[in-house]
């Protein structure tokens, strides 16, 4: 027996996966790995795997990377945690200076939390208790778009409007008022995406004229609808959401934590419409992909509705017991200087340009229907029909026959349903590029023209998918 399968055997007697059928596992083998480095994953028995998609797309700068790591370990011989309520640190203090320096203007407070699905929860509780707080307790409905994925936890669900997540757990969702995506995949053929983009927020327009007496915010993923399918907008449609939201006094909420520190071309995707929201929800790749955190900023405004006497009961009583942990806080700020010392946003340029050039091929493939790009960020989208973008019965995980391709040519492709997509550390090189764009090729290649062999019983999940 190999190493792999030994610990394969040992995971498979205990473990439960995030996002798995795991009856999937008696015909799909798992993969346990034994160290990383730079884009590299490799496993028990020395086969490597290219992180294509850079682990769940947290890790921006490689694993083991040395910078992180050194100030991790340092970190560590000074003070592993202490709560943050009543007590603070150095870490916290720097970090939370450097976050408020390097965001749009406006946004002065920074609250911690664990992950991106409580940074979104926190987002939400905020705005719906800002306005209680300033006299009125109306306002207490969400706005946000079809097909977007906001996390897992109850709350950040009630937001989400892909339906693989959310179905089974209606009876205990919020009630949201969802508006069409501005997504241009759906746009007519011909139109600009600029053009489908402002002529979508018309929809956006009307919920907020009808409702926004009963809105405490509006909540968006800005300009790439990640679990969505890796879905792309203009950011026209984040300046126009910008001025609606100012004028019908409505909360505006950008979900960053798939999209923030680089991944759409400019540090924060909010940068391209010119726009301030007022809260920003990082996480992911704030630590480099090394710790759970998340951080939600927001302006002095806000958070002056919440200042007062504790008899007031207006302090917002919200916690997490690893909130603001030293440890991730050192992994951010060693994230921070390499994007300050290593020119990174000046550098994803020719990266992305080699990720385009790589994959525009596929443009003309029968099978695919589109090749989008946003900054680093890749997708192409596998459909049964070219013409009428007709998709390929869900029941069929054509993205499942990709991945396994990759994984025996020694890449990590995820794909979300039938989208694969590039979502690759910034560390990559221009030939690593190519090697992606060759296996990803193939494997569309294997999926689009092979008869289907993956059997699934009824009720089984609907994509192979990423909870992003």
Sequence with gaps: MSLND????????VLWHPCTQMKDHEQLPLIPIRRGEGVWLEDFDGKRYLDAVS????????????????????????????????????????????LVALTPPGLERVFYTDNGSTGIEVALKMSFHYWRNSGRPRKQRFVTLTNSYHGETVAAMSVGDVALFTDTYKPLLLDTLKVPSPDCYLRPEGMSWEDHSRNMFAHMEQTLAEHHEEVAAVIVEPLIQGAGGMRMYHPIYLKLLREACDRYEVHLIHDEIAVGFGRTGTMFACEQAGVSPDFLCLSKALTGGYLPM???????????????????????????????NPLACAAALATLDIF??????????ALAARMASATAHLADH??????????MALAIEMVQDKASKTAYPWQERRGLQVYQHALKRGALLRPLGSVVYF???????????????????????????????????PGAPSNFHDPG
């Excluded at 990377?65 to 003070?79: A, E, G, S, T």
């Excluded at 300050?340 to 340029?349: C, G, L, P, S, T």
């Excluded at 590029?433 to 569309?444: K, M, P, R, T, W």
């Design 6 to 13: 030994s610990w394969m055997r040992r995971d498979l007697a």
């Design 55 to 98: 682990s769940w797309w947290v890790n921006v700068f490689g694993h083991a990377n040395p910078r992180i790591n050194q100030r991790i370990k340092d970190q560590l011989d000074q003070l592993e945690h202490v709560m943050l309520a009543g007590f603070s640190h150095q870490p916290v203090v720097e970090l939370s200076e450097r």
């Design 294 to 324: 998340a951080a939600v900023l927001t302006t002095d405004r806000l958070y002056q509705a919440f200042y007062d006497d504790y008899s007031t009961l207006r302090a917002f009583l919200h916690s997490h017991t690893y909130t603001g």
């Design 340 to 349: 300050a010392e290593d020119n990174v946003i000046e550098a994803n340029k």
């Design 366 to 375: 029968p099978h695919v229907a589109e090749v989008r790009q946003t900054g």
């Design 423 to 457: 979502l690759p550390p910034y560390t990559i090189t221009p030939e690593q590029i190519d090697f992606l764009a060759e296996v990803a090729s193939e494997g569309i290649d294997i999926a689009t023209r092979a008869a289907v062999s993956v059997a699934l019983r």
